[in-house]
């Protein structure tokens, strides 16, 4: 299967500073990249979807001026957490679709978790 | 009528034996219906899909059965294995649009 990869695995970060993470397809390009936060023993909850060369999509109820998300190339996404505080403390999750083949598939990142103190 | 529900929340079996999670939905839209497996501090690895066409779907000892009347369907995991043990779940999604997840099932195989 198509690789994704995220950076960092893992951040701590003071209350009020930004933390941004990134999000790679590394064999396939992606035009569309989403962003997912899990809490603990909980499903998926998705955040926002990410269209390369426009606007994200934000769900329902997520702060689009405290999570920025730029998806600038065909293989990178980046979420910026701004000011962030201990709520936002967290499992952070993206994927990228890879429409290869005419199939419509979403691999997933190994994840990163942020802890604010 | 965007719900995917997942059922059991857990599940303990031994190993060899043939844990079963079930996904129900409710649109008729959906037609891509992905498994995902997930470790602890992992993100989701896609395990196998299938699409409306096909009543069942084989990949190695994953086995994903769909009832498209009853709007269901299924993962089995034959001979399964203490290394299986992990969060399993279900997705769907229609005109590639967005996945709705399960709850999730949290599968323990015992040595």
């Known amino acids: 299967g198509a690789v994704v990869s995220q950076h960092p695995s893992r951040v701590i970060c003071k209350s009020g500073t930004s933390v941004k993470i990134e999000c790679r397809s590394l064999?396939?390009?992606?035009?569309?990249m989403f962003w997912y936060r899990q809490f603990p023993k909980k499903s998926l909850m998705l955040m926002a979807t990410s269209n390369e060369g426009s606007k994200a999509t934000y769900e329902q109820g997520v702060e689009k001026d405290k999570f920025l998300i730029n998806h600038a190339s065909l293989t990178l996404s980046t979420l910026t957490v701004t000011s962030a505080h201990p709520e936002d403390s967290s499992f952070y999750i993206c994927s990228a679709r890879d429409l290869g083949g005419g199939a419509d598939t979403q691999y997933f990142g190994p994840g990163t978790r942020l802890t604010v103190l | 009528q965007q719900q995917v529900k997942q059922s059991p929340q857990s599940l303990i079996v031994q190993k060899g034996g043939i844990p079963i999670i079930n996904c129900a939905y409710e649109n008729t839209a959906f037609d891509y219906f992905p498994w995902y497996q997930q470790f602890p501090g992992k993100g989701p690895a896609l395990l196998i899909a299938i699409r409306p066409d096909v009543s069942e779907k084989k990949e190695g000892r994953f086995t994903i059965s769909f009832n498209k009347s009853a709007k269901q369907f299924s993962l089995h995991i034959m001979d399964s294995q203490p290394g299986d043990s992990a969060t399993y779940f279900c997705?769907?999604?229609?005109?590639?649009?967005?996945?709705?997840f399960g709850t999730g099932t949290r599968l323990l195989v015992s040595p």
């Open positions: 064999d396939f390009q992606a035009t569309t």
């Open positions: 997705a769907a999604s229609g005109g590639f649009q967005k996945l709705v």
